[in-house]
């Protein structure tokens, strides 16, 4: 039927507010509420913990007036992995595989402070090119990690070539790990007493035109990103956070030192023998997001630099120690069957030494035990103070492993750092904390 | 010739300014990035069609070898299971019989499986095995869509029988004829591939689901760990 344009309306009226108000009543959940908080402005959204720019399952819950925020409240604990339990049912060796998947950016950091820790319990120092293979590892791993931090940053920000510069970087120093442990991440490859097994014999070579690789590279951050006015825009003044704040919620790492603390706990409490390489801890005084942008791109510089010396400096040697007691027994070695126990080893265990052979039963099936002691190893990650406080009652297993998180401390000052901005602003503060959910909830 | 020299100096004073822009300006410094991009090799990884090469100590499946005769590397000793942080290996040993040996060992590995669904993929348990009976290939691509396709039994696992071997059972009279040294080194030598060529698509046994936890009771069963 054809619609008549000149017709008039029906009968009935329109109906006014009035109408509305008496006849439609809107019923269920909790609508009401949120009709209330509408009409003063104030409303409660919550963000994740399914959103692209939380950094993984964290869900945050914002009370905002208008645009701007009042209040950010973290709720944590989509992640929580019982990695910490789980390592008192397991060998001390057993152990670094479960500890090195919690902070999965900077997985060689909680293998190394694990392996510290159960050294120094142990009362043992590892040989020393083992010490030097780690700060190698462990200032490629910071690199890597501040890469994917510029990555996925730069990807809340709506920038996708940064995106693909970070990934596009990290992925040639995962390649270097894979050379050396055969995984890419989580690699169990710092043990207690050493390494699992020594470097390749290109690692030197390797590592330094890594190195020059990643150092020509920086320069396309630098060109793209430090006077970029959509960068300074989003990130000058954002999350401000001073000195003062930081300290009383300890926060630590480039958050802390772009407010203006030089805290580095490889300069103030130096382990595995950082005391020997020189290098600066940059610091900045704004305490904004892009001072710790800058601070960590600066970051990444030192650890090259650190790198440097340490390659000059790699003696040889064995990289577990001599206690047959502790020291992990295997031997590996490639062959056209993959990677496994060495021929010459197994001749060893299986047709010459029966005391090998048991030593090597009685390590793979009980491990060793460890004297009783508390200890709190503390080593500074890409994200600050990461450390592990083990108890041993002397058995073979740990009797309690507790981490303090660097993820988790600094996730409690993005309240401070995100009140009074805006919406938009959450994302920029939740990316420069820099959080990793597996680090938080453990 | 003055025309020549005009063109010679436009075009370095362009070049100056294309310089002065690229490295003085905020602009032209940002578009430097692209431009020097679009003078280096690609680093695009056209995965499935052309699968990059692993390093080679890279931890894949694992894969259960032979000695050249065709005899079991592995003697069921249980230290991988043992090794295992995530329980992901179940061994089941058996007697070696004179009729019928396996390993070069009093046992053999009478049921082997490695659950993929468990396997954080350490390498605890190549690190542990006494014979290089277990060992970790290149092969990653080991992804199923169900639980069950991802426990991954002896019949998966173990490498095919190299050129000159034979498949095990051997008989006892046999082996001892060859009088190899198998854990001299002398036998050791690799048969198998790395992974990839080696692509098991041999479906699980139906009686399986039985033979992955064994009942109490069961006289087959022997005390594990
Ligand atoms: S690789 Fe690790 S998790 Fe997998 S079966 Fe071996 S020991 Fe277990
Ligand atoms: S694979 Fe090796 S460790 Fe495992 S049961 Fe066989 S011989 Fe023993």
């Known amino acids: 039927m054809a619609i008549d344009p000149t017709a008039t309306p029906s009968a009935t009226p329109p109906a006014t507010a009035a109408d509305l108000d008496d006849d439609i009543y809107v019923e269920g959940a909790d609508w009401e509420s949120v009709v209330d908080a509408v009409s003063d402005d104030h409303i409660t959204v919550n963000m994740g913990p399914q959103h692209p720019s939380t950094h993984g399952v964290l869900r945050l819950v914002l009370d905002l007036d208008g645009e701007t925020v009042t209040r950010l409240t973290p709720i944590v604990g989509y992640l929580h992995t019982g990695i910490e339990k789980n390592t008192e049912v397991r060998t001390w060796v057993q152990g670094t595989t479960f500890v090195t998947r919690m902070d999965y950016l900077s997985p060689f950091y909680n293998e190394a402070a694990f392996c510290l820790a159960t050294e120094k319990l142990l009362g043992v120092r590892v040989p020393e090119r083992a010490e030097v293979v780690r700060v190698i590892l462990l200032e490629f791993n910071r690199i890597a990690s501040h890469l994917v931090w510029l990555a996925t940053g730069g990807m809340e920000l709506g920038s996708t070539t940064v995106m693909e510069f970070g990934f596009r970087e990290r992925e040639h120093i995962l390649d270097l790990f894979e050379a050396q442990s055969g995984l890419r991440m989580n690699h169990a490859y710092i043990r207690p007493g050493g390494l699992a097994q020594d470097v390749t014999d290109d690692f030197l070579e390797r590592s330094a035109a890594l190195v020059d690789l990643l150092a020509e590279r920086m320069r396309d951050y630098e060109d793209l990103l430090v006077e970029n006015p959509i960068w300074h825009a989003r990130l000058k003044n954002v999350g401000r956070i001073d000195a003062d704040t930081c300290l009383r919620l300890g926060v630590t790492g480039p958050v802390l030192r772009a407010a203006g603390v030089p805290w580095d706990l490889r300069k103030a409490q130096p382990y595995s023998g950082y005391e020997r390489y020189e290098f600066d801890v940059p610091t900045r005084t704004e305490g904004d ?76 099936t009980q491990g060793f035990t460890v004297p009783p002691g508390q200890v709190y190893v503390p080593v500074e990650s890409p994200r600050g103070e990461l450390g592990y406080a083990v108890t041993s009652i002397g058995t073979n297993k740990p009797y309690r492993v507790h981490v303090r998180a660097p993820s988790f401390v600094n996730l409690q000052a993005a309240d401070v750092m995100a009140r009074g901005q805006g919406v938009a602003d959450v994302v920029v503060v939740v990316a420069s904390l820099d959080p990793v959910m597996g680090d938080v909830d453990r | 010739m003055p025309a020549a020299i005009v063109t010679v100096l436009t075009f370095l004073a362009l070049v100056g300014l294309a310089w002065l822009f690229l490295t003085r300006t905020v602009l032209g410094r940002g578009f430097s990035v692209p431009l020097r991009t679009m003078l280096r090799a690609p680093e695009t990884a056209q995965y499935p069609e052309q699968p990059r090469p692993v390093q080679p100590r890279f931890h894949g499946r694992h894969q259960l070898n032979r000695y050249a005769d065709g005899l079991e590397k592995c003697i069921g000793c249980e230290l991988c299971a043992w090794a295992c942080p995530a329980d992901a290996i179940y061994v089941q040993g058996e007697d070696n019989t004179p009729q019928a040996r396996y390993s070069p060992g009093e046992r053999y590995a009478e049921d082997y499986q490695i659950n993929y669904n468990r396997c954080i993929l350490c390498g605890l348990c190549i690190e542990a095995c006494p014979t290089r009976a277990l060992t970790m290939t290149h092969d990653f691509e080991i992804s199923a869509d169900n639980y069950d396709a991802l426990v991954w039994t002896k019949d998966q696992l173990l490498a095919p029988v190299p050129p000159g071997g034979e498949d095990t059972p051997h008989p006892d009279r046999e082996v001892r004829r060859r009088g190899l040294n198998y854990y001299g080194g002398l036998a050791v030598t690799p048969p198998t591939l790395h992974g990839g060529s080696f692509a098991p698509a041999t479906p699980a046994p139906a009686s399986r689901a039985a033979q992955v936890v064994p009942e109490v009771g069961d006289p087959t069963h022997r005390k594990g760990r």
């Open chain 1, 289 to 364: 997001s892009f001072a710790r942008f800058l601070i960590r791109l600066e970051e990444m510089r030192q650890s090259m630099h650190i790198i440097r010396q340490a390659l000059e400096v790699l003696p040889g040697g064995p990289v577990m120690v001599d206690d047959k007691r502790i020291a992990w027994p295997s031997q590996q070695s490639l062959g056209a069957d993959g990677i496994g126990n060495d021929p010459d080893y197994i001749r060893h265990i299986m047709g010459e030494s029966m005391e090998a052979l048991i030593n090597h039963f009685k390590l793979v």
